[in-house]
Nanobody, 118 residues
């Protein structure tokens, strides 16, 4: 089992910044199968950022150039630095861990609300 706990959401004005954190515990040994998703009201959950094989971030077009994925295995924590926020970034943000392998399992955090006012 893996437990994911997000923090750092809140209310921010357009153009502002927030930094989300996701701390993992349990049966997980590195952060590189972790990712950030978001879900806005009435929309499907969408992948925002994950790690490539070089440990760098891959980003959805909607957030490329504004969001930065990072993390540390020492703290088993991943971060999402969100800059130049827009009202359309308003959503619940979720941390994800996919186990990979033959029978992959997805673990999700409880989500953290981000609201961007115009």
């Amino acid at each position: 089992q893996v437990r994911l706990v997000e923090s750092g959401g809140g209310l921010v004005q357009a153009g502002g910044s927030l930094k989300l954190s996701c701390e993992a515990s349990g049966n997980i040994f590195n952060i590189y199968h972790m990712a950030w998703y978001r879900q806005a009201p009435g929309k499907q959950r969408e992948l925002l950022a994950n790690f490539n094989s070089d440990g760098r971030g891959n980003y959805a077009d909607a957030v490329k150039g504004r969001f930065i994925l990072s993390g540390t295995n020492a703290k088993m924590t991943v971060y999402l630095q969100m800059n130049s926020l827009k009202p359309e970034d308003t959503a619940v943000y979720y941390c994800n861990h996919n186990t990979g392998g033959y029978y992959p399992v997805d673990y999700w955090g409880q989500g953290t609300q981000v609201t961007v006012s115009s």
